[in-house]
């Protein structure tokens, strides 16, 4: 009986794992109609940050939105403080 | 054999219960450090995932004008520099008209998007709307989040004047999105292109963006170069953002958010440890005598020193078993109240629609083995010593 309490963690382990698994599964039944709502959007940026564009949709903002008034000028924005610009992908992308 | 195992586990079971304050302190460090670093974990896997699940609805490519370093708007004659010649894989290019729009009395921005003539209708799609139907062209409607219509104080029928330079006709509220699009359209205004020129201050040859949808989506950065090439050639400045660099954005900034919240919960882990391991290694002179009492009838050095790993090991699999339960109940079941605000950002309009958990089998173990590896190996040094106390000293004292 005492050993059941080894037991505890895997047991804990493969519930958490079926709640997320059937989780994940009720939210791919909702993937077509939130497809259909992101065909209409601008952007699939998640609507998280809308305090300033640049936080709103960084994947389409170009990469100096955050510094738009002076050039490395701190980001106003308290969110701005919780998300880094993706500096990586910038450095990648074309522009001309 | 089962005896011996029984005794064993008797034994280390009746020691846990003597020393309960010990085991509470050591089990519910150790819990609160795998909640705070699992609940960071999960929190940020499920944003990764729930951007990355609706990327597909983006177009393969978006092209930008910019003017004096900031995009500008796009004309017909954009259009035309993409279309015409039509480059091999281009299935269509279409000016998208949608920007932001402040709102004095949220003191936060909305998204303002337009929807063109022959858009499918989302009546058609099940779920994709709470309440209402769509929009009717021409009619002065509107779509609108559920966090945002509930924000305004806007039910179904009710009408909209937003702040705009020019003037135009207040909108309709004709439905709200479901949850299903709450995490994407939590701030989001959907109303015909006409009505969002208005609101935008667009003229009626004027875009926001271009979206071009590609054939072969594998073509897209063959395409982008073309496409600045012949922007180039007309003296214009551009921006081309690839749908499948998107992804990337998504990793590395949610990734860095969750750096973030770790490095800052440092101190407090660290600290944890610390007491953690002082405590375990601590013997008290009540341990000591029972050790000696055990060795004197006759449990070997070896005996000891499994029933010390075994007593390590029930208190980290119970701790992180614990921690596991409550970092999944904490974001899944409560919303992460405390850390989501922390870790995705602030603002005034927030999607309140529950995150869908990424973790499977795999990472729930990775998880508990990086804990309870380290926690056990820990106490090995102190189960050693002991282990190998001599029990005429111990019982001496």
């Not at chain 2, 309709?172 to 939590?186: D, I, N, P, W």
């Not at chain 2, 090439?229 to 998107?246: C, I, S, Y």
Request: charged fraction near 20%.
């Amino acid at each position: 009986m005492r050993a059941l309490v080894f037991a505890v963690l895997p047991v804990l382990i493969a519930l958490l794992a079926v709640d997320a698994s059937a989780r994940r599964a009720a939210r791919e039944r909702q993937m077509p109609a939130a497809i259909a709502v992101g065909r209409r959007l601008g952007t699939t940026d998640l609507a998280l940050s809308g305090g300033a564009r640049w936080l709103r949709a960084p994947s389409l903002e170009e990469p100096w939105a955050a510094f738009a008034d002076a050039p490395a000028a701190p980001d106003p924005d308290p969110a701005g403080g919780a998300m880094s610009p993706p500096r990586e992908l910038w450095s990648r992308e074309r522009q001309r | 054999m089962m005896a011996k195992r029984s005794s064993f586990l008797a034994f280390v079971f009746g020691s846990l219960a003597r020393r309960r304050a010990k085991a509470l302190a050591l089990g519910g460090g150790l819990a609160f450090a795998v909640a705070l670093v699992a609940a960071v974990l999960f929190l940020t896997d499920a944003l990764r995932g729930e951007a990355d699940r609706v990327r597909s609805a983006m177009p393969d490519v978006v092209v930008q004008r910019l003017v004096g370093g900031r995009p500008s708007v796009v004309r017909s004659a954009d259009t035309a520099v993409v279309a015409d010649p039509p480059i091999p894989s281009v299935a269509s290019v279409r000016a998208r008209v949608w920007g932001y729009v402040f709102l004095p009395a949220l003191q936060g921005n909305i998204v303002i998007v337009g929807i063109a003539k022959g858009a499918p209708s989302l009546d058609d799609v099940h779920g994709a709307l709470s309440e209402g139907r769509d929009l009717r062209e021409g009619a002065h409607e509107m779509l609108a989040g559920a966090t945002l219509a509930r924000f305004l104080g806007l039910r179904l029928g009710d009408e909209l004047g937003l702040p705009t330079t020019q003037p135009s006709t207040p909108l309709k509220l004709v439905g709200t999105f479901s949850s299903a699009a709450e995490l994407y359209a939590a701030d989001v205004l959907f109303c015909d292109e006409r009505d969002a020129r208005t609101l935008l201050s667009l003229g009626p040859d004027e875009a926001t963006d271009l979206a071009v949808t590609l054939a072969n989506s594998d073509e897209s950065r063959v395409v982008a170069r073309t496409v600045l090439d012949r922007f180039a050639a007309q003296g214009t400045t551009a921006r081309v953002v690839e749908r499948e660099l998107l992804g990337r954005v998504y990793a590395l900034g949610y990734g860095r958010r969750s750096g973030l919240v770790l490095a800052a919960s440092i101190p407090a882990l660290l600290a944890l440890l610390v007491l953690a391991w002082d405590r375990a290694s601590g013997l008290g002179p009540e341990e000591k005598r029972e050790i000696a009492i055990l060795k004197a009838v006759g449990w070997s050095t070896a005996d000891v020193l499994r029933a010390k790993l075994l007593e390590a090991t029930a208190i980290g699999a119970l701790a992180t078993a614990a921690g596991l339960l409550l970092a999944y109940a904490w974001v899944f079941w409560l919303g992460a109240p405390g850390l989501r605000p922390a870790l995705v950002g602030w603002s005034v309009l927030y999607p309140e629609a529950p995150l869908t958990p990424m973790v499977d089998v795999a990472q729930l173990l990775g998880i508990a083995l990086g804990v309870l590896a380290p926690f056990v190996s820990l106490s090995i040094v102190p189960a050693w010593r002991a282990a190998t106390l001599d029990p005429m000293d111990a019982m001496r004292g």
